[in-house]
């Protein structure tokens, strides 16, 4: 039993990977994966039969996460792939997210509740326009970690020089000028495992971590809000048994702060105040509840409450707004259409509102704003306001990724038309 619950306390950390076509970022999954003994057998006799179907000398260890047949055929990653593996200090969820311009979208669902994203860069080109792209996104959505692969490296005789070329333009001409936080790198070769799960002779010059051991040991657990209570109700429940005769419940999950019982709490939009009597997880009562463990409030005071309301805590909440200014990348074939009405969904709160004004757009290539042509279309992120039907509760996305985002949906067609980061 103890090994089983040490499995299940283990962290989950979340990663996607991006980079321009064939800068490796499936073959360093793939060897990720097959160096940590995370596939069967069966799956790796699988990709060699591929590979010699297709002519390649070598296993192509990207046909691991390559899923899709039109992707296999290509060679390149169109869809985003989930796929899930531990070692003995951490779980891991990987997206592998496709590096094309018209895949922005992708990309953005992809990074959306990512705590890092590994960006690759190919030692022989550099930094490029995709590099910047992708780093911006990564940026935008607030993704806490940024690791850079400089790969490829056994295409350069593992040169400590055009590595450290490639960290400082990266650090100049990226990191410094859009503020990323906390970048990390490593030079790997990850055709060949060179620093990906073991450390590589070649590199005498680098002492620093490979990429599995930074992985494993980048900090993660101050990537929540612990900060500000936050709790979005999803349903109210009411047993309607004799054994629960009188039990009235707010299940949700927390999206921010630590709930414990006998707190103060508000609840919006009503604004009333009540303290918290218990709560409850499946089949136990917890003294206290962290983001993002789903449970159910109860609270002293018979109160209205309905799936949409927030419970918060009584100090700082969050504000309350209708007319609300974000970032989105747009998701649709159909432009955004000025003046527009969508229906807006903002945690478990459903609204509708009209787009009033579209501020600028953003060049993802060349990070300048532009302001004279505002056709927001398929892929492109632009700054927009809106004007919602009724308050939302809302923190910016810089300082909660739950309350700060937002998603629009034509309400003709009920399709997903943009992902929205609260300014």
């Known amino acids: 039993m103890g090994k089983e619950k040490g499995y299940l306390d283990m962290q989950l950390m979340r990663f996607t990977t991006a980079g321009s076509v064939d800068d490796g970022k499936s073959t360093l999954i793939g060897r990720l994966l097959y160096d940590s003994k995370a596939i069967f057998e069966d799956q790796m006799e699988a990709i060699e039969t591929a590979s010699k179907r297709k002519g390649e000398e070598d296993v192509n260890l990207a046909l691991l ?186 299940a949700g999950r927390v999206a921010g702060g630590v709930f414990e019982n006998g707190d103060k709490v508000k609840i919006l939009p009503s604004g009333l105040e009540t303290t918290i009597k218990s709560i409850d997880s499946y089949n136990k009562k917890l003294e206290k509840a962290f983001p993002p463990e789903s449970v159910t409030l109860t609270l002293d005071q018979e109160i209205d409450i309905s799936r949409g309301d927030m419970i918060v805590g009584a100090e700082n ?64 992120i632009a700054h927009i306001k809106v004007k919602s039907a009724k308050p939302l509760f809302v923190d910016s996305y810089e300082k909660n990724r739950q309350t700060g985002s937002v998603i629009l949906i034509d309400e003709g067609t009920n399709e997903t038309v943009a992902a929205g980061m609260i300014i």
């Open 65 to 250: 996460t390559d899923g899709l047949r039109a992707e296999r055929e290509q060679g390149i990653t169109i869809d985003v792939a989930y796929r899930y593996f531990a070692t003995p200090k951490r779980k891991f969820i990987i997206a592998d997210t496709p590096g094309h311009v018209q895949y922005t979208r992708n990309m953005v669902t992809g990074a959306s509740t990512a705590n890092a994203a590994v960006i690759l860069i190919d030692a022989r080109n550099g930094v490029i326009e995709q590099t910047r792209r992708h780093s911006y996104i990564a940026n935008l959505l607030q993704i806490p970690h940024i690791v850079v692969c400089v790969n490829k490296m056994d295409l350069v005789d593992f040169s400590e020089e055009r590595y450290n070329t490639i960290v400082a333009d990266y650090k100049t001409n990226i990191s410094d000028k859009i503020g990323i936080k906390d970048a990390r790198f490593v030079p790997i070769s990850a055709k060949m495992g060179d620093n990906v799960v073991e450390k590589s002779e070649k590199t005498p010059w680098y002492n620093g971590p490979t990429f599995l051991d930074l992985m494993e040991t980048i900090e993660i657990k101050n990537d929540v809000d612990f900060e500000n209570k936050r709790f979005p109700v999803q349903y109210v429940i009411r047993p309607m048994r004799d054994e629960f005769h009188d039990y009235r419940g707010y």
């Open 317 to 380: 909440p969050p504000r309350q707004e209708q007319e609300v200014q974000m970032m989105v990348c747009w998701f649709n074939e159909r432009n955004l259409v000025p003046r527009g009405k969508y229906a807006l969904k903002h945690t478990s709160n459903d609204s509708r509102c009209i787009i009033t004004e579209v501020v600028n757009k953003v060049d993802v290539n060349t990070l300048e704003k532009i302001t004279d042509d505002l056709t927001v279309g398929l892929n492109d």
